[in-house]
């Protein structure tokens, strides 16, 4: 079945980077994208950015621009997403989900089950 | 950035009831709209695409509708696994998120 597998929880200092996996399996990699969401503890769900397994295009929210990046190994069909400079309120449930291989926007599913990166 | 504003904040029913959560979106997004249903320590999961479309395996209860700006979810008769936190997400442009609507037991 179709699957996102992402990698285990992470505790950084403030200052650090994060870098977290998000493994695809039961679908052709290429022709989809990954999008990333977070969520913060108790709160709602925030959208990260974007990123096309079929080129490489990226797109990210305004306010994580600069700070993110995105990429895709179409290869091993393992997505990643690092945070840099990382502050207190990084801490949150990071997401990957499926999205489309052509624009940032389209529905999302299925997704991971989440990766908690804890910033203290 | 388009912004969804999503009413009530919680909505206090008994199984059996009739659920209707709104968002509203701050410019058009034309049919451009998804429903996600999240339950405590778990991942969301995709119910409603396309405004209207049930995402595979989502039981007939589950229903939306609207276009342009206002959208509605409705949950026709409350079964007790549906008690969770429902959001919702434009993809008109780029991606936003409502900010939820929980569904608590009255």
């Not at chain 1, 650090?16 to 503890?41: D, E, H, L, M």
């Not at chain 1, 925030?46 to 990123?51: D, H, L, Q």
């Not at chain 2, 504003?5 to 959560?21: D, K, V």
Request: aromatic share 10%.
């Amino acid at each position: 079945q179709i699957q996102l597998v992402q990698s285990g929880a992470q505790v950084k200092k403030p200052g650090a980077s994060v870098k977290v996996s998000c493994k695809a399996t039961g679908y052709t990699f290429s022709n989809y994208g990954i999008t990333w969401v977070r969520q913060a503890p108790g709160q709602g769900l925030e959208w990260m950015g974007w990123i096309s397994a079929y080129n490489g295009n990226t797109r990210s929210a305004q306010k994580f621009q600069g700070r993110v990046t995105m990429t895709a190994d179409t290869s091993t069909s393992i997505a990643y997403m690092e945070l840099r400079s990382l502050r207190s309120d990084d801490t949150a449930v990071y997401y990957c989900a499926r999205g489309s291989m052509a624009a940032p926007g389209w529905k999302f599913d299925p997704w991971g089950q989440g990766t908690l990166v804890t910033v203290s | 950035e388009i912004v969804l504003t999503q009413s009530p904040g919680t909505l206090s029913l008994s199984p059996g009831e009739r659920a209707t959560l709104s968002c509203r979106a701050s410019q058009s997004v034309s049919s451009y709209l998804a429903w996600y249903q999240q339950k405590p320590g778990q991942a969301p999961r995709l119910l409603i695409h396309g405004a209207s479309s049930r995402a595979t395996g989502i039981p007939d209860r589950f229903s939306g509708s609207g276009s342009g700006t206002d959208f509605t979810l409705t949950i026709s008769r409350l079964e007790p696994e549906d008690f969770a936190v429902y959001y919702c997400q434009q993809y008109g442009s780029s991606a936003t998120f409502g900010q939820g609507t929980k569904v608590e037991i009255k």
